[in-house]
């Protein structure tokens, strides 16, 4: 139950940044995204381990995705604070991805070629999702951007499970969270 709880935790906060930078309303989109986060973390077992992972996957996610912007595979439309780093809102989507790799993604830990996989997919599918809602433009080239994004996130998507992984100590288990998430039986 935990696994799903964090997956729409995420999805929530997802929407909530992506619709905030395409709808100009940024405040609001981290502001629930910051929400769910501290909520996940009160609800977390793993509550430090957790904050490290989401620092450092927020770092890691402003620096691939200012090189991004800075090479010409997409932009922001609106919502950037420098015309080289993306909208907040879009920083703080790494924080929220880093809390799924323990919960509703920890069937990635130890597996970094399915990280790979995943990321190959997942991570240009995002933001094609993105660019349907107004939230950023793929550039000219779109098929070459689309194989760039997908490069970066097959290397991303293993690296952050490593990083995950070396937290816990090698624990593969899905964590947790403290209070069991489940409907009463009559």
């Not at 950037?80 to 880093?98: E, K, R, Y």
């Amino acid at each position: 139950m935990s696994a799903w709880f964090n997956l729409v935790l995420y999805q929530i906060g997802w929407f909530a940044c992506v619709l905030g930078v395409a709808w100009n309303s940024q405040c609001i989109g981290v502001g629930v995204a910051l929400c769910l986060f501290a909520l996940h973390l009160v609800l977390a077992t793993d509550a430090a381990d957790q904050i490290k992972l989401a620092m450092t996957a927020t770092i890691f996610g402003l620096v691939v995705d200012s090189v991004q912007i800075r090479a010409g595979v997409f932009a922001f439309p609106r919502g950037t604070v420098v015309d080289w780093l993306p909208p907040p809102g879009i920083s703080i989507l790494w924080l929220q991805f880093a809390t799924t790799f323990r919960y509703s993604m920890s069937w990635l830990s130890k597996r970094y070629v399915a990280g790979a996989c995943f990321g190959l997919i997942g991570g240009p599918l995002a933001y094609f999702a993105g660019e349907r809602l107004g939230a950023v433009e793929l550039l000219p080239l779109r098929l070459v951007n689309f194989a760039v994004l997908g490069l970066v996130w097959s290397l991303s998507v293993p690296l952050l499970v490593f990083l995950s992984d070396r937290e816990t100590g090698g624990v593969t288990t899905e964590a947790r969270y403290r209070y069991p998430l489940r409907a009463r039986r009559e």
